[in-house]
């Protein structure tokens, strides 16, 4: 991982180039589900940040372009004053997903389980 003087923080993204998901995921034009994509990027923010998920919400997820296996990802994400956690994914100087972290209520009833 790497960090800017602003805050931001960038890494590679590593996805197998065989992971599982690709070869259900259209065979003739394998592409990486957007779940995983988050998942992975997720995980990689949570270590990074020292964060645990369950204090936070997607706010907004955008998927802005295929990836495809042995693309090589780049995770950019920074917590602005708002509170919030940005973040983006490219493919070189190819945006390919974008999202918001916000924090989550104390009493937001979607992060507890059901009884």
């Known amino acids: 991982m790497n960090s800017t003087s602003a805050g931001i923080m960038l ?3 590593e996805i197998a180039r065989n992971h ?3 070869a259900g995921h259209f065979p003739r034009f394998p592409v990486l589900p957007g779940a995983v994509l988050l ?3 997720l995980a990689v923010i949570t270590r990074d940040r020292g964060i645990e998920l369950i204090h936070w919400r ?12 042995g693309d090589e990802l780049t995770l950019e994400h ?4 708002n509170g ?15 999202g918001v972290l ?8 979607a992060w507890r389980p059901k009884s």
Not at 89 to 97: D, L, Y
């Open 11 to 13: 890494c590679r993204l």
């Open 20 to 22: 599982a998901s690709f």
């Open 58 to 69: 997607l706010a907004s997820a955008k998927f802005l372009d295929v990836v495809r296996p």
């Open 84 to 98: 919030s956690i940005r973040f983006r994914i490219r493919v070189a100087n190819r945006a390919v997903a974008s």
């Open 39 to 41: 998942d992975e990027a």
């Open 102 to 109: 916000s924090a989550a209520a104390e009493d937001d009833s």
């Open 78 to 81: 920074d917590a602005p004053a």
